[in-house]
């Protein structure tokens, strides 16, 4: 008997999840932590390029290919559509293309390839810039209120400064695009497509929308801790609490499009305020 139920234990104990995934989640631990090390270390040292020519004066759009890069690498092993980074279908190969090979001697830069991409991505952008402006309609006013009275400006809000003298909508046009190609996309692209889908992994979530509170936070607290790299100051953790509604956005939509053009939309808020008000 003693020996039957000992047999009856083990097998259970092996049919748990948790403990039969367990070199696997110790894995994914590691490799997060190892490409993350990485990562902040390059952003560390190219942020110490300032005076440096050609790469100084870059070294923000050197930062956001770097995650980019390396969140599409590790994203494309673990399956580009398991880690939302296919961008609505922008980011698979076309299927015309892969099937039959004709159409890429007819165009070898690809440009017909990212024009049928694009058009079937349009759907799903245009749905998940829908779901980022709902969201914004409902964090975006009591952030305005919070941010002046906890900065108490004393001049009115002034627009001159926001867009230049004379203002200038393309000043906005050109912001908006900036933080949506050089900062939002590289950004939610590894904290949200890999980073996120990772650890979800390593803490062996049930949630395929990776909800679990220890997902949500470790992505919030790496995404904090690598704004130290650029500039060593404790008010750069604040972006902590943004990131837990970045993930949380991501693991909802399934795919970082959303999240992105919220990350995209706060900065332009932030900014917006910085300069009407404090500039």
Known sequence: MAARAHLVHAAAM????????????????????????????????LSQTEGVPIVG??????????????????????????????????????????????????????????????????????RETGVALLVGLVVFPPFVVGFYFYTRPV??????????????????????????????LPEEA????????????AAHATDPRLRTPSVLVGQAVLFALVHLASVLHVVRLAVFFPALLFGLIRAKRGGIGAALVFHALCNMLSEVLTRGWLS
């Open 57 to 126: 004066e870059h070294r923000g759009e050197l930062v956001g290919l770097l995650f980019l890069a390396v969140a599409m690498a590790m994203g494309a092993r673990m399956g580009l559509e398991r880690s939302g980074l296919t961008l609505g279908g922008l980011m698979l190969p076309d299927p015309e293309t892969a099937r039959a090979g004709a159409t890429r001697s007819r165009d070898p830069l690809g440009l017909l390839d990212l024009l049928r991409g694009i058009r079937a991505a349009l759907p799903s952008a245009l």
């Open 155 to 184: 001049p009115p809000f002034s627009w001159d400064n926001v867009e230049g003298t004379p203002p200038q909508a393309w000043d906005l046009a050109q912001l908006l695009l900036a933080q949506l190609l050089v900062v939002a």
């Open 190 to 201: 590894f904290f949200g497509g890999y980073v996120q889908t990772r650890l979800a992994d």
């Open 14 to 45: 092996s049919a748990r999840p948790d403990a039969a995934s367990m070199p696997e989640r110790t894995s994914a631990y590691r490799e997060v932590l190892a490409v993350y090390v990485v990562v902040w270390l390059l952003t560390f040292a």
